[in-house]
């Protein structure tokens, strides 16, 4: 269901059939209900009393909330990635980048890859500043914002920008720069919001 969500499979706004949905997957309705729990728990589907499950649809301000939280809560961990990350973790970070620069190429993008690779980096960062609570914070943020993750890559010249802001956090984390690394990570949510509008 989830992946059905991400995939657009499911539109926002849309309404869930339960019925038609628990034949579809050979199950009761039952385990399908316990299944919208936690997708509702997650932010992706909105109950709503009598009317059963809709897929949730993020406004501009829910969209703005999200990013301004991720902001917060992953520039803080870059900075102390920038001051803490042994130097195999930068690499292991400096090797993501690398496929990120490959999957951005001109002419060849390929948009769902860089989105995976993007999200790796990003996850990788906050392993690596070692703190499980910002971790499950950003997971559960970023399953929201993959409800409208596509509109600000697919935004002309996206891709690029988002590449280049990669590359100054890059050159702030080798540098260890704590100050300049939050600096940068706030500048590619700040960004990114503005592409997703």
């Known amino acids: 269901?989830?992946?059905?969500?991400?995939?657009?499979?499911?539109?926002?706004?849309?309404?869930?059939?339960?019925?038609k949905i628990a034949e579809a997957y050979g199950i009761s309705r039952t385990p399908l209900r316990e299944a919208l729990k936690v997708l509702a728990a997650e932010g992706l589907v909105t109950m709503k009393v009598r009317r059963g499950a809709y897929v949730t649809e993020v406004s501009d301000r829910d969209l703005a909330d999200v990013y301004h939280l991720m902001s917060l809560l992953e520039s803080d961990a870059a900075g102390m990635v920038a001051s803490h990350a042994t130097d195999s973790q930068l690499n292991e970070l400096q090797a993501l980048h690398a496929e990120l620069e490959v999957a951005a190429n001109p002419g060849t993008t390929d948009r769902e890859r860089f989105f995976e690779l993007n999200?790796?980096?990003?996850?990788?960062?906050?392993e690596?500043?070692?703190?499980?609570?910002?971790?499950?914070?950003?997971?559960?943020?970023?399953?929201?914002?993959?409800?409208?993750?596509?509109?600000?890559l697919l935004k002309t010249g996206r891709v690029s920008e988002s590449l280049q802001e990669h590359r100054d956090l890059m050159a702030a984390l080798t540098a260890r720069d704590a100050t300049r690394t939050r600096r940068c990570m706030q500048d590619h949510f700040r960004n990114g919001l503005e592409a997703a509008a």
């Open 128 to 152: 690596i500043a070692d703190n499980r609570w910002c971790n499950q914070m950003v997971k559960d943020l970023r399953k929201v914002m993959k409800l409208n993750r596509h509109n600000s």
């Open 1 to 19: 269901m989830r992946q059905r969500i991400f995939s657009r499979e499911l539109e926002p706004g849309s309404w869930i059939d339960e019925l």
């Open 119 to 126: 999200e790796r980096f990003h996850m990788r960062l906050l």
